[in-house]
């Protein structure tokens, strides 16, 4: 799974990501984190797959807390032995803290990402903005 600023799938199975491999949101201390974007979630199928599939999204704490409820759906593999993905795009408001972006098919977790909400620290010397 990977968590980008944007992302769209197209008809020829191909996926267009904008700054996607992100890991962490730096923002000003006393705002809020809108995390803005989109998870991607690659498969490889198996012959033996074919059929209906319960796939469940959620982000929660390391130690299992969701922070929203969980999206389910479904989706049906005619074939199996193929590759696809499937983009979530969500927009969350975050506490500072660590967060994993969990993706579930069957029951079974198939892709965790983590993620950390952070405060931005100026270098009041050189006016730069550091990340710790």
């Known amino acids: ?23 962490r949101l ?7 984190a ?14 033996n797959d074919r059929g209906t599939h319960r796939l469940g999204f959620c982000i929660k704490t390391p130690n299992g807390e969701l922070i929203r409820p969980e999206i389910e759906m ?10 696809f993905h499937i983009v979530f795009r969500h927009r969350t408001t975050l506490g500072r803290g660590q967060y994993l972006f969990c993706a579930r098919v069957d029951g079974n977790t198939t892709a965790q ?3 950390e909400v952070r405060d931005i620290v100026e270098d009041a ?7 710790p």
């Open 1 to 23: 799974m990977v968590l980008a600023d944007a992302a769209v799938g197209h008809p020829d199975g191909t996926v267009s990501l904008i700054r996607g491999g992100i890991t």
């Open 26 to 32: 730096h923002v000003p201390p006393n705002k809020k």
């Open 34 to 47: 809108t995390l803005d974007g989109a998870a991607v979630l690659f498969c490889n199928a198996e012959s």
């Open 74 to 83: 479904q989706f049906e593999l005619a074939r199996g032995d193929e590759c």
């Open 113 to 115: 990402c983590p993620f």
């Open 125 to 131: 010397a050189s006016n730069e903005v550091a990340t």
